[in-house]
């Protein structure tokens, strides 16, 4: 217990740290050399808490009336790539969410094929690495029972999330969880926040949603998922787009 308690005061600390410094947002961390660090340090903590930590531990949920009165977008607000441009022109209407790599049944599931699924809303804390949080009702599908329908193969060990937001240098934004956090009951792949139809600056039309992890791995504007045996052929193989530029891969809070 004591260091389950470690844990999270150091994370708090971390949190505290990286929130002092006018970074501008969780898609302007690239030039803050020592943030990294400080991720570093308490991913460490992290990892040596797992043992101790249930693997199905739920995030603290909310009420109603701790809902955030505004919630504050992380990271990309309004991708400008071609194909996303047309979908917001379209409203969204011939949107399809791919799911491939290693599966026994590849699917390609419409919005509306997505909301016929059955849904689970859920009010949790949004934790950003520079420190601010948010509380926001979301509704969507548990990925859990999509990766289900898709059938992963025995060889799957991860699940990719690509995504219509570039960044700066102009790579597609990209995310992975393990399967621990990719099964867990509160993953969901949102489309709904705070009983509306996702906003573009948070993600719209769907966003990947895991409350027990930081902000920069909840990737917005899912493209398609993959499952996938490793990252190293992948883009810079360390698992996702920050992960590439040196933040930890286990972002667990």
Not at 82 to 105: M, N, T
């Amino acid at each position: 217990m004591k260091l389950i308690n470690r844990r999270r005061r150091f994370l708090r600390d971390a949190l505290a740290l990286t929130g002092a410094v006018a970074l501008g947002g969780c898609d302007r961390l690239s030039g803050t050399d020592w943030v990294p660090q400080v991720l570093g340090s308490a991913t460490a903590l992290s990892h040596a808490a797992q043992g101790a930590l249930s693997r199905n531990a739920m995030a603290r949920e909310y009420t109603d009336a701790d809902i955030s009165p505004v919630f504050r977008p992380n990271g990309s607000t309004d991708p400008q790539a071609p194909a996303y441009r047309a979908l917001v022109a379209d409203g969204f209407r011939g949107y399809r969410l791919g799911i491939g790599g290693l599966v026994a049944h590849p699917l390609s599931l419409s919005l509306e094929q997505l909301r016929a699924l059955p849904s689970r809303t859920q009010i949790t804390r949004h934790d950003c690495v520079e420190g601010w949080s948010v509380i926001g009702k979301w509704t969507g599908v548990q990925l859990a029972r999509v990766l289900d329908m898709a059938q992963p193969t025995s060889a799957a060990r991860y699940v990719l999330f690509r995504c219509y937001d570039r960044m700066d240098d102009d790579r597609e934004y990209y995310e992975s969880l393990g399967f621990d956090d990719a099964y867990h009951p509160q993953t969901l792949l949102a489309w709904e926040l705070n009983g509306k139809a996702l906003p573009i600056a948070n993600g719209a039309p769907l966003r990947l949603q895991v409350p027990r992890q930081l902000g920069y791995k909840m990737a917005k504007y899912l493209r398609r998922i993959d499952l996938v045996a490793s990252f190293k052929d992948i883009e810079g193989g360390a698992g996702g787009y920050w992960e590439d530029q040196g933040y930890q891969w286990y972002a667990g809070i």
